[in-house]
């Protein structure tokens, strides 16, 4: 979606460091999604955001809304080979609870 | 809990044959399914909203007679593709909300990759 762009396309990182990724939509959102696939695979729901300035965190993953509910980061801490994916920004901006999904970031993580 | 399960995962036939998937919701009853389809290394793009006793809402640009959804109960959508072409190949992948939750997340199936030779 040209409304939706999520950033950086792709990243390397070595394990144990932290990362990183953005998503930016051109208009308020409902509701946001970050999933995480495996390439070929379904997604795997990691979070949901819905209020501004909302954050939520699982093990060693944090994600945040912005005030203006248009921008979410995810970071993720520490990384391990398992986080390597590709994760994926979906927003809802209507009642008909359709999502837009950004393009993803691609994440590879090195011994 | 919110399982979802999407038959087949790989299809391989011949141009001008007709393919079914099935999309269920193992542990939840979905009102509302979502059929998507995913190019490689792309993001999803939504094809149609799937909805339980009623129509199929179809996204801009895609063909309803070429892409059949029925949802015939609260616990499975069909997608059939109907006289298939090479170009219809990609990724196709469901998900489902649980009924009357509110804002809550979509669930997804495994996908289809479906190959047209």
């Known amino acids: 979606s040209q409304e939706l762009e999520q950033s950086p396309q792709s990243l390397i990182v070595q394990e144990g460091k932290n990362l990183t990724i953005n998503c930016t939509s051109s208009?308020?959102?409902?509701?946001l999604y970050w999933y995480k696939q495996k390439y070929g695979e379904g997604l795997i729901f990691l979070m949901m955001?819905?209020?501004?300035?909302e954050e939520k965190s699982h093990e060693k993953i944090t994600a945040k809304l912005d005030e203006k509910k248009q921008q979410s980061s995810l970071h993720i801490t520490a990384s391990q080979p398992s986080h390597a994916g590709i994760y994926l920004c979906?927003?809802?901006?209507?009642?008909?609870?359709?999502?837009?999904f950004g393009a993803g970031t691609t994440v590879t993580v090195r011994a | 809990g919110a399982v979802v399960s999407q038959h087949p995962s790989r299809v391989i036939c011949k141009s001008g044959t007709s393919v079914k998937i099935e999309c269920r919701s193992l542990?939840?009853?979905?009102?509302?399914m979502f059929w998507y389809r995913q190019f490689p290394k792309q993001s999803l793009m939504l094809m149609a909203t799937s909805n339980e006793g009623s129509k199929a809402t179809y996204e801009q640009g895609v063909e309803k007679d070429k892409f059949l959804i029925n949802h015939a109960s609260l616990t499975l959508s069909t997608l059939t593709v109907t006289s298939a072409h090479p170009e219809d190949s990609s990724f196709y992948i469901c998900?489902?909300?649980?009924?009357?939750?509110?804002?809550?997340?979509?669930?997804f199936g495994d996908g289809t990759r479906l190959s047209i030779l």
């Open positions: 542990d939840f009853q979905a009102t509302t």
């Open positions: 955001l819905q209020k501004g300035g």
């Open positions: 998900s489902a909300r649980v009924s009357g939750a509110g804002n809550q997340p979509q669930h």
């Open positions: 979906g927003v809802r901006r209507s009642n008909d609870y359709k999502l837009s």
């Open positions: 208009k308020t959102l409902y509701g």
